[in-house]
């Protein structure tokens, strides 16, 4: 069983900063592709930024140069740098094993609340 636990979520004000973390366990962390998604008020969860076990990262454009996607192989633990915030940025975050089987696998959220 694969086990995923965020942290870290809260109310922060607008250009603001914020560090999430998803601690995994049940799993090989080296080998596991890894992602941040949210989910905005009235919308469907998005992806936010992913990382492979390479170490390779993608990230929506919307957050392009103001969050960074972090891989700790040695705690098991994936993060996520969150700098500039901004209000369209409020919703719950999720971290996500992308290459569990059958599917992926969903840590059960953390609220982000960016004020103005």
């Known amino acids: 069983q694969v086990r995923l636990q965020e942290r870290g979520g809260g109310l922060v004000q607008a250009g603001g900063s914020l560090r999430l973390s998803c601690g995994a366990a049940?799993?090989?962390?080296?080998?596991?592709?890894m992602a941040w998604y949210r989910q905005p008020p009235g919308k469907q969860r998005e992806s936010v930024a992913s990382?492979?076990?390479?170490?390779?990262?993608i990230y929506a454009d919307s957050v392009k140069g103001r969050f960074a996607i972090v891989r700790d192989n040695f705690k098991n633990t994936l993060y996520l740098q969150m700098d500039s915030l901004k209000p369209e940025d409020t919703g719950v975050y999720y971290c996500?094993?992308?290459?569990?089987?059958?599917?992926?696998?969903w840590g059960q959220g953390t609220q982000v609340t960016v004020s103005s």
């Open positions: 996500a094993v992308l290459n569990t089987r059958p599917g992926p696998t």
């Open positions: 049940g799993l090989p962390f080296r080998d596991a592709d």
């Open positions: 990382i492979i076990a390479g170490g390779n990262a």
